[in-house]
């Protein structure tokens, strides 16, 4: 696939390309020389391997480095297991790998549990049956996990959220692709009910797939409600296990029970306090389940009771999840090997004992680990220089940011040994000839060690994946990253490899991982992993304009498949942390390498460095696969992330001398700021004149609203200091908007400044004339002027790549507003006296109010006005709390009508969003906004994103699956190892309130948290 990119964030001007240097034969034979770097350097870097490389029939990918090491861990697993069926790992491998044992007992090993769905007599008692069920299988409706607290990470606590479905979220919610795929669900899901005999007496239902579907379908709609309502996407909420139970009898009490965990966990009590990620998810699952028929629960029980064990089963299930999952879903030809397959269940089902087997096998790497550990140290130093260099983090963030990089801990190669104790718990022995029972034995144990977890302290040596994994992750609420021995080895790390392919390859790696505690989810969280708001406002502002410009970028990348048609584009905001890290890590790693081999360090070894990054990620993957990742991954795929971080860095322009303008180079722009592992890559947007300006601009805004709310008074003295005021501003406003000319994001500013000095010269203008005539002119002509700003507004907001057009329209409307204000001015010196009041357009027929731009005020001075309650609140802006999905095809900056000042004041006092809502004994309910309201809600947002704004709040962090949540049975495993579904990204990354205490029903919520981010690849 071939890369096409529309913008970038940064660039310098350089000399003419050049890729000269010697390389390494493993570096060399994988380029295509024929392709110009600072073009595609993705296709130069990994072209020549392309070029020689196929996907084989039974992957859906193919990658350089990772299958090279994936190959190599496999190799050594398999032959330490092949002839061994006496420990754990062996016996377990044995029994998967034994399929005429697995084949002869079918379907045998699900039938008590399929009769007991079938038999249940009522709701309540089927409820209860799933519960016992999801103790080692799948969840339905409901997820319970015990895991840390926000407020205090030291402890776990219990936490409830809703069930995954069969696809991710994302098919569900874009019809045409679940149109796509919906029939293959459906005969899947009656292929699997049908192998074990599933069937309901007297049932109404003929295809019961049909019923697996319908009940899917109404469940995202379930899923929406977190997005829908005002608070539940950011927030959970404490309830009393017993409070949980009675308002929710179903979905919460019934299942519960039937998990047994009242019994089973020591520390739960009816009293224990457990968190709910959504009231209104729970209160609309209540409301559903009530409405479906008992035959289309069982048979949806069922469905996912037989789907969560299906690939421990027999051949036919297999043969049916790779014609559903893989071939249909992910574009594979052929299934895997059957060795590959129980290789990978090794490490999902007893990740400790596997990695353990894996390090021995490698004789300790003691060695390896040793000069791994220091190559990290020289990154953590690169690191910390970094952000003592940042311009844009005030003393009091970086003082924080340092305490914070400073009580990272760091784990390498493989857990204590102890783990292996706790793993092996409950686990005497295992049968070689039967897997399913094996894997049952497994998942008990697992669910019996997790509910001793519940109100334990949070086991910070626990890892969440196998050390027999070629991967990596940051986990923000204990501030910890692992490094497991499988990232350790070729192509990712030889200490006998030259520095620029160490600190390019892995050490991109450690910086990418590391930067994971400072990204748009890290900076939630303090150097001890709890919830708190540590950025000062200041630097959110700042930090939200750097990842704006990101989400941008990213936004503007494609891959175009063989065929040559446009896959689906990258998600900018979904894939904002991963870019974070991207970047950051690249940066970093490159000054570590710097200063490794500063004394030495030519041209040619930072293109090796370059490539050696780039070709991490050499790979092809199926469109199938490609697609599916846009829709359901928080990473890009390989070649975006290569190309996007490299045009976002200074250091790969000058290696390859780009030349300004080029696509790897995109933007003629010599006033650069340096990039950092924190630092989002960016524009300089303003310096200390303009912020001086800009403040002297605010100043300017605050007194002309004084003179216009004024009572009126002699018209000599308001003539003078509407005179004055008017020149103050003009002369700001000009100086000012040759700044804000420099990037698209400022042009949008501009524009709705523009439109809202329009505004406010009606006001002025209506409040002095003498004639109506005169008054009727500058009507007509303010509205013609008006109507260009909108069709600019709308010209900017369209796409990027229309920059040019907008900034010739920008110019043009300056000069006609300076024109205007003269005119007025003239106006002002003819010595008009009565004001002259008039009456706001209305749209005919209605008696609608819409709400109206705000009239030349900036963001802190609409702040102002709002109530003096809301001010002292935690509560969201509107913007932010309502989070208007709009369509791509609607008008997200639909321009209101004109009107008053004192209309416009009015008529934000319609709706209160700052006020919190008290829950007391009753659901919460969503407010429901007009749609104009909506659509200028939107366009704030829009404009909150480049401008300071007087509160910022806590980034939605959805809450997704850890690899150690994807290897416990159930209480839980949340989402299938990606996002689900969510709404943008709030602009900003932290809340600046320092106060957010968590208390019951009916007082203020507390924040949601995220499970760990993860370097991995498409899986």
Known sequence: MKLSSIVGCIVVLSPLPTASGVFPQSVASLIDSSVDPCEDFYQFSCGGWLQNHEIPVEQTMVEYSFDMAQDEMDGVILESVANDSTSLIGAL????????????????????????????????????????????????????????????????????????????????????????????????????????????????????????????????????????????????????????????????????????????????????????????????????????????????????????????????????????????????????????????????????????????????????????????????????????????????????????????????????????????????????????????????????????????????????????????????YTNQVVFPAGIMQQPFFDASNAAAQIFGSVGVVVGHEISHGFDDTGANFDAKGNWNAWWTEATVVEFGNRAQCLVDQYSGLYT???????????????????????????????????????????????????????????????????????????????????????????????????????????????????????????????????????????????????????????????????????????????????KLRESLRLQRRLMDKCLQMKNELVVCAIKIKTTEQVQADEIKSLSFYRDECEHAWKQSALSQARERDAMRIIDDLRAKMEDLQLQVKTLIASGATAPVTRRRPQSEGSNERRLGSPILLSPKVQASWTDESHTKSNAMSPSTRMRPQLNSSQESFAMPPLLSFDEWKSETKVWSPGTPLALGGAPRQALTPSKDFLHAAERQQEISRCVSVPSLQPTPMERVSSPQQKQRPKVSTPTNGVRPATPPIANSPVQTSQNSPIVRRGGTPAIKRQAPRQLPHVQ
């Not at 940042?390 to 400073?406: C, F, N, P, Q």
């Not at 175009?560 to 584009?569: F, M, R, S, T």
Request: contains cysteine; charged residues 25%.
């Open 560 to 738: 175009v498949a063989e065929d040559g048609k446009q896959l689906v584009p990258v998600d900018g905001k979904k894939t904002l942390g991963e870019n974070i890290a991207d970047n950051g890590g690249l940066h970093v790693a490159f000054d570590a390498y710097r200063n490794r081999v500063a004394a030495s360090a030519d041209n040619d070894s930072d293109q090796l460095f370059f490539l050696s990054y780039a070709q991490t990620w050499c790979g092809k993957v199926r469109d199938e696969t490609a697609a599916n990742s846009f829709l359901t991954n928080t990473h890009a795929i390989g070649e975006v992330r290569v190309n996007g971080a490299a045009m976002n860095s200074a250091a790969f322009a000058a290696a390859f001398n780009c030349p300004a303008n080029a696509t790897m180079n995109p933007i003629d722009n010599t006033s650069r700021k340096s990039s950092s592992s924190m630092s989002l890559p960016t524009e300089q947007f303003e310096d200390d004149d303009d912020r001086e300006r800009r403040q002297r601009y605010e100043e300017t805004e605050r007194e002309l609203l004084a003179v216009l709310e004024a009572e009126p008074t002699d018209p000599s003295t308001r003539r003078r200091q509407l005179v004055g005021l008017f020149d103050r501003f003009r002369s700001d406003y000009t100086q000012l908007s040759v």
């Open 93 to 476: 491998f044995a029994s998967c790998m034994d399929m005429d044992a697995r084949n002869a007992i079918g379907s045998g090993p699900l039938q008590d549990g399929v009769e007991s769905i079938i038999n249940a007599k009522n709701k309540q008692e089927l409820f209860q049956v799933a519960g016992r069920l999801a103790r080692t299988g799948a969840d339905f409706i409901t997820s319970f996990s015990p895991d840390s607290s926000l407020q205090n990470s030291s402890v776990n606590i219990l936490w409830v959220s809703h069930a995954d479905l069969t696809l991710n979220d994302a098919y569900y919610q874009n019809p045409q692709v679940l149109q796509n795929v919906e029939e293959n669900l459906s005969t899947y899901a009656s292929t699997i009910l049908n192998f074990t005999g599933f069937g309901l007496e007297g049932s109404e239902y003929d295809d019961y797939g049909e019923v697996v579907l319908g009940v899917e379908k109404q469940m995202i709609e379930l899923q929406s409600y977190s997005s829908m309502d005002p608070v539940s996407t950011d927030v959970y909420y404490l309830f009393k296990y017993q409070e949980a139970a009675e308002n929710y009898p179903l979905v919460f009490g019934a299942y519960a029970e039937g998990m047994q965990l009242l019994d089973d966990a020591p520390a739960l009590t009816k009293d224990t306090d457990v968190a709910l990620l959504s009231i209104a998810y729970f209160e609309k699952a209540e409301e559903l389940v009530m409405l479906l028929s008992l035959d289309a629960l069982k048979t949806y029980v069922a469905f996912a009771y037989i789907n969560g064990f299906a690939k421990y089963l027999s051949e036919p299930f297999l043969t049916a999840r790779y014609e559903f999952f893989r071939a249909t879903i992910l574009g594979a030809d052929s299934p895997r090997r059957m060795d590959t397959v129980c290789a990978s269940y090794l490490s999902d089902l007893l990740p400790v004992h596997t990695g353990a087997q894996y390090v021995a096998q490698r004789g300790g790497m003691n060695a390896t680990g040793e000069a791994f550990v220091a190559m990290v140290d020289e990154i953590l130093d690169a690191m910390t220089v970094n952000i003592e260099k940042l311009d844009w983090l005030d003393e009091m963030t970086r003082a924080s940011v340092l305490k914070k990089l400073d009580a990272l801990e760091i784990m390498y190669v493989q857990p204590d040994s102890k783990q292996l104790d706790k793993e092996a718990e409950g686990l005497t022995k295992l049968d070689p000839t039967a897997f399913f029972a094996n894997v049952d034995l497994i998942k008990t144990a697992q669910f019996v060690s997790l509910t001793w977890s519940i109100g334990a302290d949070v086991d910070r040596e626990e890892w969440g994946m196998s050390s027999a994994s070629v991967n990596a992750y940051y986990t923000p």
